[in-house]
């Protein structure tokens, strides 16, 4: 059982940067694929950015300015999020596939507003 905890949202103007933090209770350097989600109010989950050995793949919405990242010593997977939008607002997930089984944080805020 792999538990994570998001953390590292918050409140950002237009135009900003965040970095989000996924710590995971074990290992994540044998993971068949991690990522982020994102849900908007009255919007479904959708995906950010996924990574597994091969390949990284974002959202056509988030390309140049989202970037995932991880340091297999930390248990640590990153989101560096940059010139961020009101469209960003969302909760913000971290998702790890490990054995073939799906984990899931908590989420963690993010809004972008003035």
């Known amino acids: 059982q792999v538990q994570l905890v998001e953390s590292g949202g918050g409140l950002v103007q237009p135009g900003g940067s965040l970095r989000l933090s996924c710590a995971a209770s074990e290992s994540i350097s044998s993971a068949d694929a991690m990522g982020w989600f994102r849900q908007a109010p009255g919007t479904g989950r959708e995906l950010v950015a996924l990574?597994?050995?091969?390949?990284?793949t974002y959202a056509e919405s988030v390309k140049g300015r989202f970037t995932i990242s991880r340091d297999n010593a930390k248990k640590t997977m990153y989101l560096q999020m940059s010139s961020l939008k009101p469209e960003d607002t969302a909760i913000y997930y971290c998702y790890v596939r490990k054995f073939y089984v799906d984990y899931w944080g908590q989420g963690t805020q993010v809004t972008v507003s003035s």
């Open positions: 990574t597994n050995s091969r390949r990284e």
